[in-house]
């Protein structure tokens, strides 16, 4: 019945926001997870849990991580207490990349609810030229880049992310609690994968 949905999306898609949003929400059946990454705390926009290099390798060989994966030259991570929330009956939100949605697929299958976070063109261009990061040429290619996050995954929920942020927390609170209540699955998480 429990459900971890790996949430997807372009730089600019407004995916931080979203999660900070659904943090505030007063939802007792919907936690979201942090990740655990190699990089500073007050780098980037995530709330995430900073660790070492040497601190991530050392959990990730005591089995602590329910998935890790590389990017961008830094090390993620997702502890093992989704296991134990989704045991509990909780619906558990990650920040998820596309290129490791296989592997969230085969360890987690039919509780795995992937939700991939669309925004239009116009609307990128103009959050991303907002945010004032990104010089004019930057901005075409991070637009390039989310033509590749276009909505075509098999079995991804598309989530239109152009509204306001209101609109897209409720839209996803109406997707998780329609996924929670069309199927029963009794979570029984596979051995843990590191790539």
Same mark, same amino acid.
């Given at each position: #019945?429990? $459900?971890? =949905?790996?949430? #997807? ?12 949003? &659904? ?7 919907? !936690?979201?997870?942090?990740?655990? *990454? ?11 849990? /900073? !660790?070492?290099? $040497? ?14 994966? +590389? ?9 093992? @207490? ?10 558990? =939100?990650? %920040?998820?990349?596309?290129?490791? &949605? ?25 959050? !991303? @030229? ?5 010089? /004019?040429?930057?901005? @075409? +290619?991070? &637009? ?12 991804? #929920?598309?989530? %239109? %992310? ?12 109406? #997707? ?5 209540? /069309?199927? *029963?699955?009794?979570?029984?998480? $596979?051995?843990?994968?590191? =790539?």
């Amino acid at each position: #019945m429990s $459900k971890i =949905v790996w949430l #997807m999306g372009p730089s600019g898609s407004g995916k931080d926001s979203l999660l900070t949003a &659904l943090r505030q929400q007063e939802n007792n059946q919907l !936690l979201v997870a942090h990740r655990y *990454i190699t990089r500073a705390a007050d780098a980037g926009c995530e709330n995430h849990i /900073a !660790l070492s290099e $040497k601190e991530f390798a050392q959990r990730q060989q005591q089995g602590l991580f329910a998935l890790c994966w +590389q990017a961008h030259q830094q090390s993620y991570g997702v502890g093992i @207490e989704l296991d134990i929330w989704l045991d509990s009956g909780f619906d558990v =939100v990650v %920040n998820g990349s596309r290129q490791h &949605l296989a592997q969230a697929r085969a360890r987690y299958a039919e509780a795995l609810v992937p939700i991939c976070l669309h925004v239009s063109t116009d609307v990128l261009r103009k959050r !991303l @030229e907002q945010r004032g990061r990104e010089t /004019a040429q930057q901005i @075409e +290619q991070r &637009l390039q880049r989310a033509a590749f996050y276009a909505p075509d995954l098999d079995d991804c #929920m598309i989530l %239109n %992310n152009d509204g306001s942020l209101d609109e897209s927390v409720s839209s996803f609170i109406r #997707m998780v609690n329609g996924q929670r209540n /069309a199927n *029963i699955v009794h979570f029984r998480p $596979k051995e843990p994968r590191h =790539v």
